[in-house]
């Protein structure tokens, strides 16, 4: 199965994005692969590139870049002689908040102080040979009347887990919920 995308952004006078005309496209184009000498059991290719003949088709001649992503392989079947795929990447999202995190202190600060966080242990779905790089993306926000200030950030990293940190500081910040995407990769 393949997926497109087609990406035409352009800024307009008003601050807002509009298509933009006589501009080539960035296609992305999403493949699933079978096992085999790529990835043993299997994973999807993400290629980019420019619709240079504006057919709106990703040509391979078109391709600038792309990211192989193998399905994971549990370390005890991984044959020695098999090489490790040049990057794995997992990735996941998660909500947490004041109403399901039943140690969630960072709606008030005079729950915990001025500095206030909160912790949850994030594990992989498959774990990696080595402690992976991770990236945490904020992808929501929900605060109160008073200032926003919010810190995320991915601790103790090991290769099953890691450690999401949310936080916020001053008596006059809440922090209700967060929602959370992460990305780790090894290469």
Same mark, same amino acid.
């Given at each position: 199965m393949t997926y497109r995308a087609i990406l035409v952004l352009g800024l307009g006078a008003s601050g807002c994005f509009v298509p933009t005309e006589?501009?080539?496209r960035v296609l992305i184009e999403s493949k699933v692969l079978d096992g085999g000498t790529q990835c043993?059991?299997?994973?999807k290719v993400v290629q980019v590139g420019l619709d240079a003949d504006g057919d709106g088709?990703? !040509? &391979?001649?078109? $391709?600038?870049?792309?990211?192989l992503m193998c399905d994971p392989i549990p370390e005890a079947v991984l044959?020695?002689?098999?090489? !490790? &795929?040049?990057? $794995?990447?997992q990735?996941?999202?998660?909500s947490?908040?004041?109403v399901i995190e039943k140690d969630w202190n960072l709606v008030d600060a005079t729950d915990a102080g001025f500095d206030r966080y909160f912790e949850k242990a994030i594990v992989f779905p498959s774990p990696f040979r080595q402690a992976p790089s991770v990236i945490i993306g904020l992808t929501e926000v929900d605060t109160g009347p008073t200032n926003t200030r919010v810190r995320v950030s991915a601790e103790n990293v090991t290769a099953a887990q890691f450690t999401l940190r949310v936080g916020t500081w001053a008596p006059d910040s809440s922090l209700w919920g967060v929602t959370i995407d992460w990305l780790a990769y090894t290469r």
């Open positions: 006589g501009v080539p043993q059991k299997g994973g088709l990703l !040509d &391979p001649t078109e $391709v600038t870049s792309h990211v044959p020695a002689s098999i090489p !490790d &795929p040049a990057v $794995v990447i990735s996941g999202r998660i947490a908040n004041y």
